[in-house]
């Protein structure tokens, strides 16, 4: 994938990286995936869920929405097709990517689910450049949602050979100390949204970005 920064970025797409799969979902999305059940906006609309796991989102939500997801897991990719959900469709990319902006510039989102908005930018100029094409993706009224929690901390992936006696060998996506720059700073999300005309609304210990 091509980026448009030149930071030196990890290469997932040729092996079978487990990452989140068959791992519980982290209390972040949960809390997400709780408000929006209760969210009669949830009809007939078109989803981006970045970062899509162990794909609990995707099984919940009503068939009626459609959902893309995108990881940069291809066990992830070949769980969430073996569900065989209606209209929901996983794709390998990275968010940071020129293939993100290629992939989505001309479908509009009701709603976008993204837990971690920042905490594994490589740089400031591609969290940025993302950050411009979430909002170019939303349809007017169109919302991102976030999680609080998840502005506070930063991380970075690496691959690694691992083994078990389940799966011996096998390659994984570990997390591993990132940046301390990636904390989201509420200040710095509101320099964003005021550049781009999007409200904000924190909810408990949620954040929404309006457009």
Known sequence: ???????????????????????????????????????KFLFNKNILHVGIGNSELAKKIDASNKIFGITLSNNEIDYAKSLNLKNYKPIFCDKYSLKFKEIFHNIKFNLIIDTNLKSYSCCQSAFDNMMESLFNYL????????????????????????????????????EVSGNPNNILKESELKNICSKHRIKILLHQKLCYLIK
């Open 139 to 174: 349809e007017p009224g169109g919302r991102i949602i976030t999680s609080i929690n998840g502005m506070k901390w930063f991380k970075t992936l690496k691959p690694k050979l691992s083994f078990n006696f389940k799966n011996f060998l096998h390659y994984k996506m570990k």
């Open 1 to 39: 994938m091509k980026f448009d920064c030149n930071c030196s970025k990890p290469l997932f797409i040729n092996r079978q990286y487990s990452y989140w799969e068959s791992r519980e979902t982290t209390s972040d999305e949960r809390e997400i995936i709780e408000k929006i059940l209760d969210d």
